[in-house]
Nanobody, 116 residues
């Protein structure tokens, strides 16, 4: 069983920055995709950014130009740098790993709250 350890959420003023990190609890192989999702109260969970290992990076239009996704290869860690945060970015952010065999793992989520 793999657990995903998320960190970096918090309370920030509009225009501020936060950096989210996601690390597996142990070294794992055969990761196909890592990504960040978010879910605001009363809304569906949505994909924010994802990275196909050895392939493309996807950034949602709503955060393009403000959020950057990066990976630390040795740790299999995934970082989401969030700049110029807006009120509408307030949500619980979840890390997800998809494996080659089809198994998916989710983190428990980290809260991001943007205040005016």
């Amino acid at each position: 069983q793999v657990q995903l350890v998320e960190s970096g959420g918090g309370l920030v003023q509009s225009g501020g920055s936060l950096r989210l990190s996601c690390r597996p609890s142990r070294t794992i192989f055969n990761i196909r995709v890592m990504g960040w999702y978010r879910q605001a109260p009363g809304k569906q969970r949505e994909l924010v950014a994802s990275m196909v290992f050895g392939g493309e990076t996807f950034i949602a239009d709503s955060v393009k130009g403000r959020f950057t996704l990066s990976r630390h290869n040795a740790e299999n860690a995934l970082h989401l740098q969030m700049n110029d945060l807006k009120l509408e970015d307030t949500a619980k952010y979840y890390c997800k790993i998809s494996m080659d065999g089809g198994m998916n793992y989710w983190g428990e989520g980290t809260q991001v709250t943007v205040s005016s």
